[in-house]
């Protein structure tokens, strides 16, 4: 289907006002494939919660909300980051998950960069966040040998990444 992605720009440019001169002059952009209805993202897993998400079609044992779990809309960015599910164990399966367009869209509103999270330390006590996001060097497809062997850098662009955890997770 084709949808209106003024809605998606417009919450990636606001939010990636908010962080400042940090990003100054770069591109924030959300790499979704989505529709008026839902947001897909990524995931890498190990083969048991892979397994146990798929048979359930939902998050269940082994995966736990306590940790937190970074999603991408950028299917590209994903596979760099796990090494196309080579990169380890932990890291074998990439799943996709379609997110309701209203859920997506409001976890987005309600997120807090990650440098301004408060530290580690203060997780347990419950005084955290539950949804962080960071703007990270979107990549394309083709590159050199070694670790660039399938992707490339887009020079000024940065991509979505969220970090959910607790009952936002969910």
Partial sequence: SIADSGALLALARSH???MGSRHCGRIC???AVYSTDTVRVYQAYNH???DAAIAAQAFV?????SRMTWVKPSFVWMGYRCGWASKDANQARVLA????RGAFDEMLRGTIPVAAQPPRSAWAAG????IVVQWDPERALGGACGRE????????????QMG???????
């Fill in 29 to 31: 952009e959300i790499r």
């Fill in 127 to 130: 005084s955290c966040d539950d």
């Fill in 164 to 170: 959910v955890r607790g009952t936002t997770a969910d």
């Fill in 97 to 100: 998950v379609d997110l309701h």
């Fill in 149 to 160: 062997g399938r992707t490339h850098q887009i020079s000024g662009v940065r991509s979505l």
């Fill in 16 to 18: 990636c006002a908010t």
């Fill in 61 to 65: 044992a082994p995966w736990s909300n």
């Fill in 48 to 50: 048991a919660i892979a």
